[in-house]
């Protein structure tokens, strides 16, 4: 399997999906549900590129959501910072509003908020298959900061259905996520 051909294939078709808009929109309303009796109180997800779903709304609702609710902890979310040296990614605070800067990548993050510690990481996925596992862009950004981050945050995979790859190989190094959701629902755990 030729990796590299096979992500540009697939952002290719992610940009030209003819309902895009439409499959996130579903995409927003499963994460919204599936995140209604999660415990998490920070959470990490990621700024959308390349036709990517766009998890952020949905993520400003469950925390205004958790406002409603009074609850003792304040929901977070953080966006992640990459640390180019290493090829590993930090998370800092990010809110609707807050000052961004582009990181090492051209890639919106926030700028000069405070460092936060996800529980709950959502990870776009270019591709997924069985078993939990993604394709990602292939710089090993994730993988490398999962195997140091303790404890390790839940993981969830966010894509649409065109990406499911029912032959996909991982490579040795490859970490499964712990969920993947796409515009129909629960991917994995099936």
Excluded: S
Aim: hydrophobic letters at 35%.
């Amino acid at each position: 399997m030729d990796k590299a051909a096979l992500r540009r294939t697939l952002v290719e078709q992610r940009l030209n999906l003819p309902d895009r808009l439409e499959r996130a929109d579903l995409l927003q309303r499963v994460m919204r549900i599936w995140l209604i009796h999660r415990p998490d109180a920070v959470i990490g997800a990621y700024w959308p590129i390349k036709g990517e779903f766009d998890p952020l709304p949905a993520l400003h609702r469950w925390k205004e959501d958790g406002e409603l609710l009074d609850e003792p902890q304040r929901r977070r979310i953080g966006l992640p910072v990459v640390n180019k040296q290493h090829k590993t990614l930090t998370f800092h605070a990010w809110y609707p509003g807050c000052e961004m800067e582009a990181d090492a990548y051209g890639i919106p993050k926030p700028k000069d908020t405070e460092l936060i510690v996800p529980t709950l990481l959502f990870v776009p996925c270019v591709g997924y298959g069985p078993g939990g596992y993604r394709l990602g862009y292939g710089g090993g950004f994730y993988d490398r900061t999962l195997a140091t981050l303790q404890p390790r945050p839940f993981t969830v995979g966010l894509g649409y259905t065109h990406g499911y790859l029912d032959e996909f190989e991982p490579e040795p190094h490859d970490l499964p996520l712990d969920a993947i959701l796409n515009d129909n629902g629960v991917v994995w755990p099936i």
